[in-house]
């Protein structure tokens, strides 16, 4: 028998009135790599087995599907980290189903890649039935549903990667008992939307890849008790007024590239800290999702918003915040009024973001009520993305804007995050650990995430910018190679290591690239780099404070 479970997306409801039946969806592309102890299996003649399958998609705009797998075969199990092209098709924000597995010896006959031999999805929301089989002769009988839109399953693969397996599943498992949650969506002006998450780990709209048997960590319990309140207190000491105007001021867009793991704050592989049940890249960055190397975790194993790899420009900023609500609430009193332009790094593209409402709570971490002014952020505090730094922030905001390209609006009821902190790049504009941030620098961030506010909570929509940031990657690459074989001071262990690095990197820009150029060869999904991380130049006195 196959079972089903599906999770839906946020729904419009009264601020105190959860969902009860149904758990949230995943939208994005985060999964969480679990590493678990066990034998491995042994040889055994091919027999029938069971499998589960949770995929999402895309990590932060980059375009593919991923997700996780557990096979059960007699009395043994394991577990498989599973990528895909075409499987999904476009838009869809997550699959989870059931089936069969045939042909198999061992465990590790899936290993590899599944050709999908058969497929077809009954609507946009409905049901899949997926046939797959591999080299090995291993055949997956697959059923499950999907949710997202403009669903399409073209012929494709799914390749399984074995993570980590379990040699008596009944002994293994992992059963948390946990309270049971209600949490709130994305808010569009003053009208909340609810929904909640009854059964242990459910899956959130704003919370994907999670597994069922972990609890929720970090802010999202705190984040999720204050989202309810219909009358969040007010800022001791009353609203504080921020104002900004620069004109043709320095840029640096960012393109996506790797991002190293500072140890401080994600620990090591034998004792992994730093991760939240939360999309990649938003929170944490789960174990599974970093590369290690004798003991120590090296980079980020995707290409992130928050590389050292940049492209300079010229930009203006004109903006005027009130931070008047202390916390999350369901309604909010702070005000944000943004207007910033700037071009792509190919002088192609001239963009403006555009936003007017602040966003009155957060889910994994708080909002503030939409503005937030001197607070610690990112790093050790799980509030935004540990792949930044530790820093304080004056000045920042979550809201609900446009994005404009050459005068043409091109996503609008954008998720859009600003922030005005400390300075977190060195003088070759290398993103820094925690150790490393500079407290008299001061900088803004502007990030346009590939996720858009729905009246039934956010759904991925990728920023199109129309900009392909992959030229500018491999110059780049290319003049830090000849860096690095110019190098008179480094030792030739040091330039070994240094270019075996480079390597890897080169193959994880490829691999980039390839889902990228996938994703907009099948129509909808991309139209150029996905998100928007750009830096503005400016000074502290540049700020106007009042009351």
């Given at each position: 028998?196959?079972q089903?479970?599906v999770?839906?997306k946020?729904s419009?409801?009264?601020?105190?009135?959860?969902?009860t039946?149904?758990?949230?969806?995943n939208?994005?592309?985060?999964l969480?790599?679990?590493?678990l102890?066990?034998?491995?299996?042994?040889?055994?003649?091919?027999?029938t087995?069971s499998?589960n399958?949770?995929?999402?998609?895309?990590?932060?705009?980059i375009?593919y599907?991923t997700g996780?797998?557990?096979?059960?075969?007699?009395?043994?199990?394991?577990r498989?980290?599973?990528?895909?092209?075409?499987?999904?098709?476009?838009g869809?924000s997550e699959?989870?189903?059931?089936?069969t597995?045939?042909?198999?010896?061992?465990?590790?006959d899936?290993?590899?890649d599944?050709?999908?031999t058969?497929?077809?999805?009954s609507a946009?929301?409905?049901?899949?039935s997926?046939?797959l089989?591999?080299?090995?002769g291993?055949?997956?009988?697959l059923?499950?549903?999907?949710?997202?839109i403009?669903?399409?399953?073209?012929?494709?693969?799914l390749?399984?990667?074995?993570?980590?397996?379990?040699?008596?599943?009944?002994?293994?498992?992992?059963?948390?008992?946990?309270p049971?949650?209600v949490?709130?969506?994305?808010f569009s002006g003053?009208t909340?939307m609810?929904s909640?998450?009854?059964k242990?780990?459910?899956?959130?709209?704003?919370?994907p890849?999670l597994?069922?048997?972990l609890?929720?960590?970090g802010?999202?319990?705190?984040t999720?008790?204050?989202?309810?309140?219909s009358?969040?207190p007010?800022?001791?000491?009353g609203?504080i007024?921020?104002?900004?105007?620069?004109?043709n001021?320095?840029?640096?867009?960012i393109?996506?590239?790797p991002?190293?793991?500072?140890?401080?704050?994600?620990?090591?592989?034998?004792?992994?800290?730093?991760?939240?049940?939360?999309?990649?890249?938003?929170i944490?960055m789960?174990?599974?999702?970093?590369?290690?190397e004798n003991?120590?975790?090296?980079?980020v194993?995707?290409?992130?918003?928050f590389?050292?790899?940049?492209?300079s420009?010229?930009?203006s900023?004109r903006?005027?915040l009130?931070d008047?609500?202390?916390?999350?609430?369901?309604?909010?009193?702070d005000?944000?009024?943004f207007?910033?332009?700037f071009?792509?790094?190919?002088?192609?593209?001239?963009?403006?973001?555009v936003?007017?409402k602040?966003?009155?709570?957060?889910k994994?971490?708080?909002?503030?009520?939409?503005?937030?002014?001197?607070?610690l952020?990112h790093?050790g505090?799980?509030?935004?993305?540990?792949?930044?730094p530790?820093?304080?922030?004056y000045?920042?905001?979550?809201?609900?804007?446009?994005?404009?390209?050459?005068?043409?609006?091109?996503?609008?009821?954008?998720?859009?995050?600003?922030?005005i902190?400390e300075q977190v790049?060195?003088?070759k504009?290398?993103?820094?650990?925690?150790?490393g941030?500079?407290p008299?620098g001061?900088?803004?961030?502007?990030m346009v995430?590939?996720y858009?506010?729905?009246?039934?909570?956010?759904v991925?929509?990728p920023?199109?910018?129309?900009?392909?940031?992959?030229?500018?990657i491999?110059?780049?690459?290319?003049?830090k190679m000849?860096?690095?074989?110019?190098?008179?001071?480094m030792?030739?262990?040091?330039k070994?290591?240094?270019?075996?690095?480079?390597m890897?990197?080169k193959?994880l820009?490829?691999?980039?690239?390839?889902?990228?150029?996938?994703?907009?060869?099948?129509?909808?999904k991309?139209?150029?780099?996905?998100?928007?991380?750009?830096?503005f130049?400016m000074r502290?006195?540049?700020l106007?404070?009042?009351?």
């Amino acid at each position: 028998m196959i079972q089903l479970t599906v999770f839906n997306k946020l729904s419009l409801q009264p601020p105190l009135v959860p969902w009860t039946a149904k758990l949230f969806c995943n939208i994005t592309l985060a999964l969480l790599a679990m590493i678990l102890w066990m034998l491995p299996p042994t040889a055994a003649q091919a027999a029938t087995g069971s499998i589960n399958v949770d995929l999402t998609y895309a990590a932060a705009g980059i375009g593919y599907q991923t997700g996780t797998a557990s096979v059960t075969l007699g009395n043994e199990s394991a577990r498989y980290r599973v990528k895909g092209f075409q499987f999904l098709g476009g838009g869809v924000s997550e699959f989870i189903g059931v089936g069969t597995v045939t042909g198999a010896r061992s465990l590790n006959d899936l290993n590899g890649d599944f050709s999908v031999t058969r497929g077809s999805i009954s609507a946009v929301v409905g049901g899949v039935s997926m046939s797959l089989r591999n080299e090995s002769g291993v055949i997956i009988e697959l059923s499950g549903k999907t949710t997202g839109i403009d669903v399409s399953a073209g012929p494709g693969k799914l390749t399984f990667t074995r993570t980590d397996s379990m040699r008596h599943v009944r002994n293994q498992r992992r059963d948390v008992a946990m309270p049971r949650h209600v949490s709130a969506g994305v808010f569009s002006g003053n009208t909340a939307m609810i929904s909640s998450s009854q059964k242990s780990g459910g899956h959130t709209g704003f919370m994907p890849g999670l597994d069922k048997y972990l609890p929720h960590i970090g802010l999202y319990a705190y984040t999720m008790s204050h989202a309810r309140a219909s009358n969040p207190p007010d800022l001791l000491g009353g609203p504080i007024r921020v104002g900004l105007v620069k004109k043709n001021t320095g840029t640096h867009w960012i393109l996506p590239g790797p991002r190293a793991v500072d140890p401080v704050v994600f620990g090591t592989p034998a004792h992994p800290a730093g991760w939240e049940q939360a999309p990649f890249p938003l929170i944490g960055m789960q174990p599974g999702w970093l590369r290690s190397e004798n003991g120590r975790y090296t980079i980020v194993d995707h290409a992130t918003p928050f590389s050292d790899w940049k492209a300079s420009g010229v930009g203006s900023v004109r903006m005027k915040l009130v931070d008047a609500t202390a916390i999350d609430g369901a309604r909010t009193k702070d005000k944000v009024d943004f207007d910033a332009t700037f071009k792509s790094p190919d002088d192609k593209f001239i963009y403006r973001v555009v936003v007017k409402k602040a966003l009155p709570h957060g889910k994994g971490y708080p909002f503030f009520g939409g503005v937030v002014t001197n607070h610690l952020m990112h790093g050790g505090t799980a509030i935004g993305t540990r792949l930044m730094p530790t820093e304080f922030v004056y000045a920042g905001f979550w809201g609900i804007g446009k994005i404009y390209r050459n005068g043409k609006l091109v996503n609008d009821g954008q998720i859009v995050h600003m922030m005005i902190g400390e300075q977190v790049r060195d003088g070759k504009h290398e993103l820094q650990f925690d150790g490393g941030v500079d407290p008299h620098g001061v900088t803004m961030h502007l990030m346009v995430p590939p996720y858009k506010a729905t009246p039934h909570g956010p759904v991925l929509a990728p920023v199109k910018t129309g900009y392909a940031p992959f030229p500018a990657i491999k110059k780049l690459m290319m003049a830090k190679m000849k860096m690095l074989e110019a190098s008179k001071t480094m030792t030739a262990a040091e330039k070994k290591a240094a270019k075996k690095r480079m390597m890897e990197v080169k193959a994880l820009m490829a691999h980039t690239r390839e889902k990228m150029v996938q994703a907009m060869m099948e129509g909808n999904k991309f139209f150029g780099q996905p998100f928007l991380h750009v830096m503005f130049g400016m000074r502290r006195s540049d700020l106007r404070i009042g009351h």
